[in-house]
């Protein structure tokens, strides 16, 4: 995608970009969309590189992995935020398009599972949630699990997912619910991360999950196991970095083949100490070890 000049008229529009000495004339826009999971670090990181190069401004929109990856296959975008890898159908349809894009890993997430503050449980393992998330599950209220969450009228469970245009719908999908699995009809979809978390903590019957960045004291986070009756892990920074997760996932940017100019710059301070720390500040694991004023 050829470099687009920031016009006055845009400046005038925008207050992302106010208080900048540089003219609008002179200044290189980058455009940068998708992920929800990442989009309040991709803000942090915008907002904080007008300090570190004010000739570049940096336009960070959300709308979903898939809605970053499709502006990818059509040139409209020169950095595609995703939470999961682009899927060998959408290179085959960039690169039909004459589109070559690169994955560049900028960070690492737990993928946590959220449930009201006031239900008892601490534990599930993959085939508890199996039950719970997916098609044919046989747990369809939380007596079914032995579990008697106050303020849950009627008992069932409410089961909050992303929609599907969402890479974290796509990787816990897959991670939970294997490579077949679908999804249980009647699940509330959200729209963003926030939202599910919110729903969460307004609904003692709820269940769902999403990026360990939105987490808040006013909901819970389980414990998970691979196997039923195995030893669990928490989901944190430090068990994201790690691995040891069992639903730990890495971050991606995607590029129109490798970075030049003002992209790879703005990549490559992502990548350093500098950006890391804000991703880190965010609830988000670094890519590598950092040192952190």
Not at 262 to 281: M, R
Request: proline share 3%; glycine share 10%; aromatic share 8%.
């Amino acid at each position: 995608m050829k470099r687009k000049l920031f016009t006055a008229v845009a400046l005038a529009t925008t207050t992302l970009f106010s208080g900048l000495s540089v003219n609008a004339a002179d200044r290189t826009l980058i455009q940068n969309k998708g992920s929800d999971t990442l989009v309040n670090v991709a803000q942090a990181w915008a907002e904080e590189y007008r300090n570190v190069d004010p000739s570049v401004a940096v336009a960070v929109s959300g709308g979903g992995s898939g809605t970053g990856i499709a502006a990818m296959i059509n040139g409209t975008v020169d950095i595609a935020n995703a939470s999961r890898k682009m899927k060998a159908r959408e290179l085959e349809m960039a690169k039909s398009k004459g589109q070559n894009p690169i994955q560049h890993v900028v960070g690492y997430d737990a993928l946590a599972v959220y449930i009201n503050k006031n239900n008892p449980a601490t534990t599930f393992s993959f085939e508890q949630m199996k039950e719970i998330f997916g098609r044919g599950g046989k747990a369809t209220k939380w007596s079914d699990l032995g579990l008697k969450v106050p303020g849950c009228k009627g008992d069932t469970i409410v089961v909050v997912s992303r929609q599907n245009n969402s890479g974290t719908y796509a990787y816990f999908k897959k991670a939970v619910l294997g490579k077949k699995g679908k999804f249980r009809q009647g699940t509330l979809d959200m729209h963003g991360s926030k939202d599910v978390v919110d729903l969460v903590e307004k609904t003692p019957c709820a269940i769902g999950y999403s990026g360990l960045a939105y987490a808040t004291d006013h909901v819970k986070l389980v414990c998970v196991s691979k196997e039923t009756g195995g030893a669990c892990v928490n989901p944190s920074v430090a068990t994201a970095s790690d691995r040891s997760y069992p639903i730990a996932r890495p971050l991606f940017m995607y590029t129109n083949g490798e970075p030049k100019g003002a992209i790879k710059t703005y990549l490559d301070w992502i990548k350093s100490d500098k950006g890391q720390c804000i991703l880190l500040k965010k609830g988000y694991a670094p890519i590598h070890d950092v040192s952190c004023g």
